[in-house]
Structures are given as C-alpha cells and as structure tokens.
C-alpha cells in the first residue's frame, strides 16, 4: 500500500465525505484518472478530487503530497474501481489517503472583498487582455479563446476589428460571446445567451465551458465587493446548468454549478481579488499563474473573468491600439 497525505481539502469535498453513510464504508467508484488527478463518482453522484502536490485548491478537491512524475497514473487504479472511506482515510486499490491533518479550503467569496476603483479597473483589465506575456503563455495547438482576448475588452463587438477566424473553434465561437457583450449587465440575457457555449471547445473541460465559469463567477465577486445581494444570480444562472446536463462532462458540470455559485479555484480567485483590489503585481503574479493552468483552461477562465467583472461593474473598457493598429 501507498500511502500519501491530504495536505488541503475543499469544504464540499469535506461535506461529501461525512456524508458518506454507507455501512461497508463504500465511498463511491473511481470516474477518471490522469496524471495530475483522480476523480471519485460518489455513491450519490457527486464528484470528489485527490490531486498532486502544488495543484489549486477547490471546493471539491483534495491536494495531497502524491509528487509529479506519473502521478496516479502510476497506482495503476482503473475506472470503475471502488473506493472506501475509513478512520479518515480514503483507501483506493493499494493507494492510500490520510485526511486528518488537511487544511480546509474556503472560498474567497466567503471572506471580506476589497471594494473595486471602477475607474481604473477598466484600463488594468485591458492591460493584461492585451499583453504580450498572455499570448505567449498559450500552449499547444487548440488555444482556446487566447487569441479572443483583446476583443472582450472593447465597449462592444462593433468598435473592434474583426478578429482573425484563424480555425473552427474561433470562427464558431467568436459570433456566440460578441452577443453577449452588449447585455453583459444583464445577467439573465446573457445567461440565456451563453448556454450555447457549454460544451463547445478544446480541453478536459471544453473552453466554452472554463469562460463561463469565470464569468458566472467573477460575477459573484463583482457584486459582493460592491454590496450587492448575489441570491438572484442563481437563478439567472439557470439556463447554462440546464444545457450543461446534457451537453458537456461531469467534469465541467461540477465546475459550472460550483461558478453558479460565485466559487472557482483557488488562482482564478486570486486573480479576481487582484484586480478588485488594483494591485498591479498581484494582477500579473496571479494572471501568469493562471494561463499556465491546464493546456487552454487557465487561458479561457481569464477570458470569463474580464467579461464578468466588465459586466457586473459595468465597466465599459476599451481596446488599446499600437502605431500599427493591432492590439497590445
């Protein structure tokens, strides 16, 4: 047997596990396995995460001290295998967890939020949209919505020159999220707007899916920082948890209804705080951070984040120019 610790454990992943009431102490059976993380289907349906050293903190994920290299692909653990929770151990295979030492992990939404300079969050917003050091970061072929950046921060669709249609995602997915900048205040509109984006994409979660949980939930921060109640955003929220049932994975489910409810990972929600708070080196510690994150996801959740602190601030934004007309 392997044995390896919970370092962290997010505060729904803590909630799942003590309601596990099974008498033989089954936990539920193994979903997925990759490299970096192993996803347990509980017995109730639900989703749990054992992830490797160093990954983000979520509110269904426990980081463990499991090292890189293989992972838990080394452990050899198949889909379908059961798992066990007992004495505060999750037992997999010959693998191990220790869970009595782990930090619980909160989100950010549950603390105080630094109150947002509307009048230069525009600007910084549009300063990282347009930086050269985000294009660079992007990584592999599917690019998601990097090359997209720049054009979510003009005042609308119409004031920005075309982008270019470079491969089918883009072209796809370009017409879809220019609707939705004009009713970026209207969280109703552009909910109902934006479910034809669930699913549609590159990535273990597909990169329509990773902008709209920033969206939905920078839009949370956005309101909180400012005092406004986010009890209506749920249900506004609706539309794009209604497609995500039968239009996406069980993956991107569980990262959607967790945004539904103003909650992501842990970096993403760094870099929100950071820009709320205006701190120009936390913008681009935190942003650098995120678009390392996953072959496209960190990227895309960044493309979330700006339209959704753009709409719930209602900033208008705008797209800086160099001499050559292209984007900076």
């Known amino acids: ?29 193994v979903h997925s396995v990759f490299r970096r993380a192993m996803n347990i289907e509980t017995e109730n349906g639900r989703l749990l995460s054992l992830s490797c050293a160093g990954t983000p903190n979520f509110p269904s994920n426990m980081v463990t001290s499991l090292a890189g290299g293989d992972g838990f692909l080394a452990m050899g653990i198949a889909g379908g295998a059961l798992a066990y929770c007992r004495d505060g151990t999750i037992v997999v295979g010959g693998l191990v967890c220790d869970m009595r030492r782990a930090v619980v992990f909160y989100p950010a939404t549950r603390g105080a939020l630094p109150a947002p300079n509307r009048g230069s969050l525009g600007g910084q ?9 985000v294009g660079e970061s992007a990584k592999g072929e599917s690019l998601g919505f990097a090359s997209l950046l720049p054009y979510l921060v003009a005042k609308a669709p119409s004031e920005a020159p075309a982008p270019p249609l470079a491969d089918i995602f883009v072209k796809t997915a370009w017409p879809l999220v220019a609707r939705l900048i004009p009713v970026l205040g209207e969280p109703e509109k552009f909910a109902e707007m934006g479910a034809a984006l669930v699913g549609l994409g590159p990535g273990l979660t597909p990169a329509g899916d990773d902008l709209l949980a920033g969206l939905m939930a920078s839009y949370h921060f956005g309101y909180l920082a400012t005092g406004r109640g986010v009890a209506p955003l ?39 705080v950071a820009f709320l708070g205006g701190d120009a080196h936390a913008q681009r510690e935190s942003t650098e951070r995120l678009v390392e994150y996953g072959a496209s996801s960190g990227l895309d959740q960044l493309a979330g984040i700006i339209l959704g602190l753009r709409g719930s601030l209602e900033l208008g934004c705008f797209l800086v120019e160099s001499e050559g007309g292209q984007a900076k």
């Not at 917003?125 to 050091?133: F, K, P």
């Not at 945004?259 to 842990?266: K, P, V």
């Open 1 to 29: 047997m392997q044995r390896i610790w919970a370092t962290s454990i997010g505060y729904a992943a803590r909630e799942r596990l003590q309601g596990n009431e099974n008498d033989l102490g089954v936990l539920g059976k």
């Open 125 to 133: 917003l549009t300063e990282v949209a347009t930086a050269n050091w």
């Open 234 to 272: 749920l249900e506004c929220f609706r539309p794009i948890l209604q497609r995500a049932e039968v239009a996406t994975n069980g993956l991107s489910r569980e990262m959607l209804h967790f945004a539904a409810r103003g909650e992501m990972n842990e970096v993403a929600e760094q870099v929100v």
